[in-house]
């Protein structure tokens, strides 16, 4: 599923500098393909500040700093942070009650990180070590054109 998921985001992309467009269509792609997700987006870092960026689910959080939170914590360690139970995370941000599960991979380019994708599911331990390898492809292909 994720070569396949690779390849329509690698096809999606190609040739389209718009960084938006690009976390857009990603993030349509994720939601559509990916079953019991109820959140898939972005954060961009912003002058050292996480900010809401593209994402289908429900109104999110729009500011996050650097270490608060899950998507904080992979935003300043730069490390994929995939956390089988958000409830038994320190700081964890729940902008979704419906929350159990959530993967943040950090989008880095040139040794800057550029933002994290974020996915959420309402069930607990939902992502494993093939959803974090299948998403740092992704985030490897978004490097390239955010
Ligand atoms: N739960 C996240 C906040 C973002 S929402 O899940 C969309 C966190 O702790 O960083």
């Known amino acids: 599923m ?6 329509a985001l690698q096809g999606l992309v190609a040739g ?15 939601w559509e393909t990916l079953p019991e997700i109820n959140w898939a987006g972005f954060y961009r870092n912003v002058d050292g500040e996480l900010v809401l960026g593209p994402f289908q689910g429900r ?6 700093a650097f ?7 992979a935003a300043e360690t730069r490390q994929v942070q995939r956390v089988q139970d958000v409830n038994a995370f320190p700081g964890h941000i729940a902008c979704d009650s419906a929350s159990a599960s959530e993967l ?3 989008i880095v380019r040139d040794g800057e990180l550029i933002a994290v994708l974020d996915l959420d ?3 607990t331990g939902r992502f494993t070590e093939e959803d974090e ?14």
Request: aromatic share 2%; net charge positive; with cysteine.
């Open 2 to 7: 994720y070569r396949d998921l690779a390849s």
């Open 16 to 30: 389209e500098p718009d960084a938006i467009a690009n976390m857009a269509n990603a993030a349509a792609l994720i």
């Open 59 to 64: 109104p999110a959080c729009i500011r996050i």
């Open 67 to 73: 270490g608060s939170g899950v998507c904080g914590v």
């Open 104 to 106: 943040v991979v950090p």
């Open 121 to 123: 599911s309402p069930r």
């Open 133 to 146: 390898t299948g998403c740092i492809r992704l985030a490897e292909i978004l490097a390239k054109v955010l």
